[in-house]
């Protein structure tokens, strides 16, 4: 009997061993997935508001510790953060006032401020006209002659019926909308004069 052809012998003889060698190849994948597999499919623990039966109050979420400070949290800045120096309100905002951070202010004014203030300040907003106990002009002299830190920190700690807003609006949003509080009354109060002659024509064009 003839033998077979040389291609095949050797196909027959390299098919069970490359076999073999991507079984042993494998094997170690295989007994690592298996291993890891429990720990990684099933960890230790607790969902939000869990009980927790470690603790005296069975809470599973803990309070921070009294003192604790968060990243970024220590606030060392008294001007920045309390619109005050010394204890006293600051007469000019810690910000660069420019373009930006006057529209920046008048963005947030419009999100925050006009339902009660009204888009110009004087206190007539959607909501003062359903109903709720109306705030004063921006454009009193009271308000006018008052230094920047009292807007900031009427924002911040909120005064009559107005609520804080700390919570809401950061403390760079709060400057930049009492630099915006502080265009809004220059532009009530200003005059022809007062505009950069390039501009004057857009203004005369439009009362026209």
């Known amino acids: 009997m003839n033998p077979l052809p040389t291609p ?18 494998a094997l170690p994948l295989l007994l690592l997935a298996t ?9 230790p623990k607790y969902k939000p508001l869990a009980p927790s039966s470690t603790f005296r109050d069975g809470r599973s ?3 921070a510790v009294k003192g604790t400070v968060p ?15 010394g204890g006293n309100l600051v ?6 006032v420019n373009r930006k951070a006057l529209e920046r202010g008048r963005d947030r004014f419009d999100v925050f401020c006009s339902p009660c203030h009204g888009h110009v300040g004087n206190g007539d907003g959607m909501v003062i006209l359903r109903g709720f106990r109306k705030p004063p ?16 920190d009427v924002m911040t700690n909120g005064f009559g019926a107005m609520a804080s807003y700390a919570s809401r609006i950061p ?12 265009a809004l009354q220059l532009s009530q109060g200003a005059r022809i004069e007062d505009v950069p002659d390039r501009e ?8 026209r």
Do not use: N
């Open 8 to 25: 095949f012998r050797s196909c027959r003889g390299t098919r069970p061993a490359r076999s073999a060698r991507l079984a042993a190849a």
């Open 35 to 43: 291993a890891c597999a429990p720990d990684m499919g099933k960890q």
């Open 61 to 63: 979420a803990r309070p």
């Open 71 to 85: 990243r970024g949290g220590l606030r060392l800045d008294e001007r920045f953060f309390k619109g005050r120096s």
């Open 91 to 96: 007469g000019t905002a810690p910000i660069q």
């Open 137 to 152: 002009s921006f454009h009193i002299d009271r308000l006018r002659e008052a230094p920047d830190g009292y807007i900031f």
């Open 171 to 182: 403390p760079e949003d709060r400057w930049a909308i009492t630099a915006y509080v502080r």
């Open 200 to 207: 004057r024509p857009k203004l005369l064009g439009a009362k």
